[in-house]
């Protein structure tokens, strides 16, 4: 287990500074949620700490470190709310694609192991799929492909799954059963998760920040109360969720 820093990262494409002198710690086994108007800079800073920036175009600052001195590289999963699953392979296929990827059983016809085959059809009971493990995506609903996209993120086992919308095209209620499967079934993963929704970001939250300005810069974190998934009867959420709507709603009308 070790924290993730971000030391005075920022990033410029062009003239365009979308943050800058960013601190900010992800917290072993803890989520850190990230709320912010559209075109902030939320995706870019993920990305950004996912290492997935491309860095001809454009000017990068700070540093990325984790605490236990070891690079951050290979140690991440990403989810997001493009579930992304190949859609001419079946859901077990698209689960088990990064270890067919780094073992070179992409193209061959050759077979997983048996171990990794059972690891895929376990992930898959856990998120209640296993009888669609020879299905194609596309016939599958919205919340059933994000819960692939969730297994295929628990196959790979990381300690840090960086999340971006992952729940967003979702209706509210199968929204909510998502967010109760992946905070139990990430329990004890560092978890950086962007969201539009404050009501997500409270539930799920250890600490909630709010990226805003241009450049962007990171409000002090908001720590609800309680374990997580908090529990909608909160009376503390409801009011907190009231406050960060307000905070959003006026970013919005002087942006
Ligand atoms: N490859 C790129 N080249 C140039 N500008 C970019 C690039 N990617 C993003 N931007 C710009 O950087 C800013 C931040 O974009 P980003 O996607 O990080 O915002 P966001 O907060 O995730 O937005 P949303 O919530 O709408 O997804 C925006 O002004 C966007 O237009």
């Known amino acids: 287990m070790f924290d993730v820093h971000l030391h005075k990262v920022g990033l410029a494409y062009g003239d365009l500074q979308v943050f800058q002198q960013l601190d900010l710690s992800l917290k072993a ?3 850190t949620c990230l709320l912010g108007g559209s075109g902030v800079g939320k995706t870019t800073l993920l ?6 920036v491309d860095q001809s175009d454009i000017r990068v600052e700070g540093r990325v470190t984790c605490d236990d001195g070891q690079p951050l590289a290979g140690r991440i999963a990403w989810m997001s709310q493009q579930d992304s ?3 001419w392979a079946t859901v077990l296929d698209n689960i088990t694609i990064g270890e067919r990827l780094r073992t070179r059983k992409f193209l061959r016809r050759s077979r997983l192991s048996s171990e990794a085959l059972d690891r895929a059809h376990h992930m898959l009971e856990l998120v209640g799929l296993d009888e669609k493990a020879r299905v194609l995506p596309q016939n599958l609903s919205g919340g059933q492909r994000q819960r692939v996209a969730l297994a295929r993120t628990l196959f790979e086992d990381r300690p840090v799954v960086l999340m971006d919308e992952p729940f967003g095209a979702l209706d509210a209620i199968t929204r909510l059963n998502l967010q109760d499967m992946a905070c139990d079934l990430l329990a004890g993963k560092t978890v950086m998760l962007i969201t539009h929704d404050p009501l997500e970001a409270l539930r799920l939250g250890h600490a909630v920040y709010h990226l805003r300005g241009h450049p962007a810069q990171l409000t002090d974190a908001i720590t609800p109360p309680g374990k997580i998934p908090r529990s909608l009867d909160n009376a503390e959420l409801m009011t ?4 960060l709507l307000d905070r959003l709603r ?3 009308s002087v942006a």
């Open 29 to 31: 086994g803890q989520w």
């Open 47 to 52: 990305r950004m700490v996912a290492g997935l």
């Open 85 to 87: 699953l190949l859609p």
């Open 240 to 243: 907190l969720q009231g406050v």
């Open 250 to 252: 006026h970013e919005e």
